[in-house]
């Protein structure tokens, strides 16, 4: 799924594309991808799209005095539609600019859990965004360390539930652990004030290098292709001391660490029952 750097980066870019131009068609391509129905979204025809803003891992289109918020999801892509053809391959909802061009929300599988919810007045005020917590880069190491003292829970879980930060999922979860040291299970209420200190800074360099990444790109990545020193790299030595990378895995996903680096050199155990480290 993609997270808060890869939605940031991708709300710049339909920003520089589609910025300030009207919208003349809003168009439904599957029943399921409209998750609300008041107000219509026709009601942002004919306003011009003033701009592309995020909240966590949602983009927020503003048309004036309406807005669409677009989840993404696990297979959700939203990107320039050339071909515009009235029957696309996992389409959901096209926007047609008033210049012709268009944008194109796709989903790959057969989910269909990626959707346009239409609000009215200030988006960020919409029930949609009420159980969420701050975004993870505007978070103070203060205000971190008041969220994790009243979390009695691992730190990885900490970092993927969207009602304590917002926008951080599986990959960054344990890019930032091992940037900054801890043991993916470690109890979050149970970090010292130099282990919030080096978890805070670890979530900024982990968001930052992912912005940085998707800069370069033209459309948003694939999760194989993002930068990162343990997600997915079972085997495969650590870049910070040489010791391979371990993994716990789950049903839906997989925790990535370096012993070396995280636990003083202990090793995990890779099922669901065991008891891990703290």
């Not at 799924?1 to 939605?7: A, I, K, Y």
């Not at 694939?222 to 650590?238: A, L």
Request: proline content about 5%.
């Amino acid at each position: 799924m993609p997270e808060l750097p890869e939605v940031k980066a991708h709300a710049e870019r339909l920003n520089a594309e589609f910025g300030g131009v009207d919208l003349a068609k809003f168009r439904t391509l599957h029943f399921a991808a409209l998750k609300t129905f008041d107000p219509p979204p026709d009601d942002a025809v004919g306003q011009p799209l003033v701009e592309v803003t995020t909240r966590a891992k949602l983009l927020i289109l503003h048309f004036g005095t309406t807005s669409h918020i677009v989840h993404l999801m696990q297979g959700g892509r939203l990107k320039p539609d050339e071909k515009q053809s009235p029957k696309v391959r996992n389409g959901l909802v096209r926007w047609v600019f008033d210049d012709g061009r268009a944008l194109l929300l796709t989903e790959a599988g057969k989910d269909r859990k990626a959707g346009v919810w239409t609000v009215s007045g200030d988006p960020l005020k919409s029930d949609r965004f009420e159980n969420l917590g701050p975004d993870a880069d505007s978070v103070s190491v203060d205000e971190l360390a008041q969220l994790l003292e009243g979390a009695s829970m691992r730190v990885h879980g900490f970092l993927r539930k969207q009602s304590h930060i917002a926008g951080v999922g599986r990959r960054l979860s344990n890019e930032i652990c091992h940037r900054a040291k801890i043991s993916p299970f470690a109890n979050a209420s149970k970090l010292d004030a130099d282990q919030v200190a080096a978890l805070h800074s670890a979530i900024n360099d982990a968001i930052d290098e992912g912005m940085a990444y998707e800069r370069t790109r033209d459309d948003m990545s694939s999760s194989k292709d993002r930068p990162g020193n343990v997600h997915h790299r079972k085997g495969d030595p650590c870049p910070a001391c040489d010791d391979i990378i371990r993994e716990v895995s789950y049903n839906r996903y997989d925790v990535n660490y370096c012993a070396t680096c995280q636990t003083n050199g202990k090793v995990l155990a890779d099922n669901t029952t065991s008891k891990f480290l703290k």
